[in-house]
């Protein structure tokens, strides 16, 4: 059986990330779509402490762009993408609408046995599809209802956004864009979706196709990293896989350090001919939610990186800050930065800078510094400043590093 040493197992993976090319020198709407079709998936979060988490990705393969482009490209109501549980919240192509259709069924079946609101509340679920009927495509607080009444503390949802999320997860409501960050609902043939909401794929071939696609997403990867990329379960996936082997499709390698907790190799797969770079050159910021890292386990295998997001930690619990981005330097996983765009004063905040064990300060902040300029005008700031009182072994080095920087 083939083995991949474990820097080439994080080569591969990087390369078909895209991070094995050079950022090009405009990014317009071609180029931005075609790093969405290259992820599959492009995972949505409310965040907004530096920027929303779906604007990450394509910053980090492409360099700068317009947000408004990218917005303009995902959430038109009638375009090339839409909205899905497709591993979370995530874009996908609206194209690939079908491969989903057994997933809407299955949380219909299982959400209406198992949910006492969604038994208790049919005659809500049928007002709110005749309310989209007769007034189009709304976002919960366009719906006029006295059930839009929060319950709870602010996190609670209404029933309006209980019942729309549930006919969402069926299908039976779909995305029609966002409006600010809040989703627009309406029907499917309201966004010229009804065609394509029509064909039925199978739950195997399009489980199937999707196992593919992830393993192609992947570059490298086990069994477990493969089901999450777009969140199937593990026993579909082992038999897509078997499939797929016997149909010379994927090809089947160990990989350098990539064992059980018996110490026996795990199984991983790639695709026929892949190509591994004989080297990564790249800097990035990476969204905690961005495919490289958004499966904690595998960051954990690949990239020897331990990471959670600190956002749900007490302050005075958190270890290296609110929202800490991973550090692509090369093929490695050189440190994190806790950033927050200041809005109000005009600059991009550094609020932690850490290097990983082993690292040098100095390599990280000489890498990271110019990309931090780059983000900052990116977001519309101007400085990038590192706050007082420094915290993190990498935080003095950053600053310095900066200084230098024009």
Wanted: proline content about 6%.
């Amino acid at each position: 059986m083939p083995r991949l040493t474990a820097a080439q197992a994080r080569r591969l993976a990087l390369a078909a990330q895209g991070f094995d090319r050079a950022h090009p020198a405009a990014v317009g709407t071609r180029q931005l779509a075609s790093a969405i079709d290259r992820l599959q998936v492009l995972q949505l979060d409310s965040v907004t402490v530096f920027a929303r988490s779906h604007y990450l990705p394509l910053f980090a393969r492409l360099g700068a762009y317009d947000p408004a482009d990218l917005d303009a490209l995902i959430f038109a109501r009638r375009g090339r993408y839409t909205e899905y549980w497709a591993h979370e919240a995530a874009i996908i192509r609206r194209d690939d609408w079908p491969l989903w259709h057994w997933k809407r069924e299955a949380l219909r079946e299982r959400f209406t046995l198992k949910s006492a609101w969604v038994r208790e509340n049919t005659a809500m679920l049928d007002w709110l599809l005749l309310e989209l009927a007769a007034k189009g495509p709304m976002t919960v607080s366009d719906v006029e209802h006295d059930a839009t009444e929060r319950r709870g503390p602010w996190w609670g949802w209404s029933d309006v956004k209980e019942g729309l999320e549930y006919l969402f997860a069926f299908g039976d409501v779909v995305s029609g864009g966002r409006r600010g960050f809040s989703r627009v609902y309406a029907l499917p043939h309201q966004v010229g979706l009804a065609e394509l909401h029509a064909v039925e794929v199978p739950r195997v071939e399009a489980q199937r196709e999707l196992v593919l696609r992830s393993v192609r997403a992947l570059g490298v990867g086990t069994v477990g990293d493969i089901a999450d990329y777009h969140r199937l379960k593990i026993a579909p996936t082992q038999d897509a896989l078997r499939a797929l082997l016997a149909a010379g499709e994927i090809e089947q390698v160990e990989v350098e350090g990539w064992t059980t907790g018996a110490g026996r190799p795990l199984p991983a797969f790639i695709m026929p001919g892949a190509r591994i770079p004989r080297r990564i050159e790249a800097t990035a910021l990476l969204s905690p939610f961005d495919p490289v890292v958004w499966s904690r386990d595998r960051a954990l295998r690949m990239f020897g990186f331990p990471y959670r997001i600190e956002i749900y930690t007490p302050a005075p619990k958190r270890q290296y800050g609110y929202y800490s981005l991973p550090v692509l330097v090369d093929d490695r996983l050189l440190g994190r930065i806790d950033l927050k765009s200041d809005r109000q004063a005009g600059v991009l905040r550094v609020q932690s800078a850490w290097v990983e064990p082993g690292g040098s300060p100095a390599e990280l902040a000489a890498r990271v510094a110019p990309v931090l300029r780059r983000a900052s005008a990116w977001q519309g700031l101007g400085e990038v400043v590192v706050t007082e009182p420094l915290w993190g072994d990498a935080a003095a080095a950053v600053r310095d590093a900066l200084s230098r920087v024009p």
